[in-house]
């Protein structure tokens, strides 16, 4: 309950800003749409939209890692959680109220980057309530990122962080070409990270092979895993502190 009503003030701190939830709502579908366009007019597969749609989803989830470490870092830096924690309110209800709307937007972002897909071709059927189950899950990933970066920094100092993840986290997620094309070290970094194989996890589930997205997600929810204690740990340091 309290961390429903701490849920209902995050989501309106969100939708405050409708300019960086345009962006982060509309760019994917941008980008689905342009490199469809491309592969209408290349010789040969790179980016059909069965194997693009995952990839560009996950992408949108970076996002939401600006969104929840922005209002966490904001809140921070603001005398809001000074007075905030003197409510009975624990580090878990805390986090649970900055996760709650996160999830609806992802669940948002989820659905009309699905929408678009049909329309540039991609066909239905009921694997697509596993992957958007699957991306659900993969969201957590982002947001629990987006709250560590904003345990960890302020407000300012996360809007450059983001900058520097999107792309690592972008380049390193198999999206736009695979880690193997490149090799080396480069490849080596993007297994140890979890953001391809958040790729590969939704990209299985989309082509109904759900035991290869077996072992990719498990290694998605371990990291999540991870994040989540750490930000909890480290917010609740900043409580005490």
Known sequence: MRANVFAT???????????????????????????????????FAFYEISNLTPGVIVFSFSFLTLF?????????????????FASPMSAGDYILGYVLPLLSIAFLQIILCLLTAMFLGLPMNLSILWVVGVL???SLLYIGLGLLFGTIFTDKQVGGIFAIFVNVSTWFSGTWFEPDM????????????????????????????????????????????VIFIIAILLFKRKMRG
């Open 9 to 43: 003030r995050n989501h309106k701190e969100i939708v405050r800003d409708p300019v960086t939830l345009l962006i982060g709502l509309g760019l994917p579908i941008l980008l689905m749409s342009l490199f469809s366009v491309m592969q209408k007019n290349m010789p």
């Open 68 to 84: 929840s470490g922005m209002l966490l870092g904001k809140d921070r830096s603001s005398s809001f959680l000074m007075r905030i």
């Open 136 to 138: 659900m899950v993969i």
């Open 182 to 225: 490149i090799g080396g070290t480069f490849q080596a970094i993007a297994q140890f990270l979890p953001f391809v194989h958040a790729v590969n996890a939704a990209r299985a589930v989309q082509s109904t092979s759900y035991t290869d997205a077996f072992i990719p997600l498990v290694i998605v929810i371990g990291y999540t895993i």
